[in-house]
């Protein structure tokens, strides 16, 4: 149930931002926005405000601005004609301004979650960075009261200088250790001290079963004595290298996008890191037990998606419609009636059965391995 919501809110938000994009750009070059609507299908809610016509719909699977002159007219005889007012009456410039808003703004929020997320902890920055977070040593931060650790002798601060023989282990060998050893060669420095301790593991008549993960708790508090990952970083710099970061991995997006476009449509096996709708559930369903940042990154994926995927010359997406405004521009005179509708429906239904067919494969795999 959580899991739902929080990923019908990150996909709202992103909709919202994407939508209110156009309509602030259509706005911005004189183009009244008959409806804006958050979901699609029947309306639930509505309130004319500002000569807007604002919908909350039944479906929340999308949304959309209703900007007149976008499609053909009907005429008085009953046939299509062609659009005479409204998007149709602007430049090649100002159509792309409007057409191109909500992908601006999917990116611009996407760069700002990244930045959120690694100006707060750092870790994340392998992300954007490309370098994977690296730790040698440990030191015990704290120790827990009460527990094996205390009844050791350890202390808050103590730098482990060898566990089993192995010297400056990381978090990671102490941790698997502890689960796994029957026995614990331990040295630690304490105020220019060495302080050896030698125990069986778990410590006997402690705990009742030591094969129990549990029952193998140490009490420890553990950090890396040495790490990559600074303490900080500057907002500002998080927000550069998140540019830099979304920059170099759009052609990456981009080739993978179409790629997975066409093995769903031959029915070939999907490569890994390609998500639909039940991958990107499951990944809010790990996001929302890691975490808040974990939740915010995922926004922040799921926005950069989005803003690639929509910028796209495929027809029905904001790219297909850029790419056929200024095929229009070119031609110095619009398609015939209906004919880029036409084109656009086709591409919409493409999308569709892209998205049942992929919908379809990762249920299949999920119950397969179920």
């Known amino acids: 149930m959580i899991t739902g919501i929080v990923f019908l809110l990150i996909l709202t938000i992103a909709v919202v931002i994407h939508e209110l994009a156009h309509y602030f750009n259509a706005k911005s070059v004189g183009l009244d926005v008959r409806a804006f609507s958050v979901g699609m299908g029947p309306v639930l809610f509505r309130k004319m405000w500002r000569g807007t016509e604002w919908r909350l719909s039944a479906l929340p699977i999308g949304g959309y601005v209703d900007i007149p002159g976008m499609a053909a007219e009907i005429g008085e005889d009953g046939k299509p004609r062609t659009a005479t007012s409204g998007f149709a009456t602007k430049n090649v410039w100002e159509k792309i301004w409007v057409l191109i808003g909500g992908v601006i703004a999917n990116y611009i ?8 997320v ?3 902890n750092p870790f994340y920055r392998y992300i954007t960075t490309g370098v994977e977070p690296t730790s040698t ?3 015990f931060a704290e120790i827990t009261e009460g527990s094996a650790a205390e009844s050791l002798g350890l202390q808050d601060g103590d730098i482990v200088l060898s566990l089993n023989g192995t010297t400056q282990p990381n978090t990671s060998f102490v941790t698997d250790t502890i689960l796994t050893s029957d026995q614990l060669e331990l040295k630690v420095t304490r105020d220019d001290q060495t302080i050896s301790i030698s125990t069986p593991w778990p410590i006997e008549g402690a705990m009742n079963n030591p094969n129990t993960a549990s029952e193998r708790f ?16 500057n907002f500002l710099q998080a927000v550069g290298e998140s540019i830099s970061f979304t920059v170099r991995a759009i052609p990456e997006a981009v080739t993978g996008i179409f790629e997975a476009l066409f093995k769903t449509l031959t029915f070939q096996e999907q490569s890994e890191g390609v998500a639909g709708p039940v991958g990107m559930v499951q990944m809010a369903n790990g996001a929302t037990k890691a975490g808040l940042l974990p939740v915010l990154l ?9 803003a690639v995927f929509n910028l796209l010359p495929i027809p029905a ?3 297909g419609r850029i790419l056929m405004s200024i095929v229009v521009a070119i031609r110095g005179k619009p398609l015939p009636p209906g004919r880029e509708e036409m084109i656009h429906f086709i591409g919409f239904a493409i999308l569709i059965t892209f998205m049942v067919l992929i919908t379809f494969s990762e249920l299949s795999d999920l119950f397969t391995r179920g």
């Open 137 to 139: 040593g440990t030191i």
């Open 218 to 233: 140490l009490g420890v508090l553990m950090a890396p004595e040495a790490s990559n990952i600074p303490d900080n970083i």
């Open 118 to 120: 690694i100006s707060i």
């Open 109 to 116: 929020l996407a760069i700002l979650l990244f930045a959120i």
């Open 317 to 319: 997406l904001d790219g």
């Open 298 to 306: 995922l926004a922040a994926i799921i926005n950069f998606s989005l």
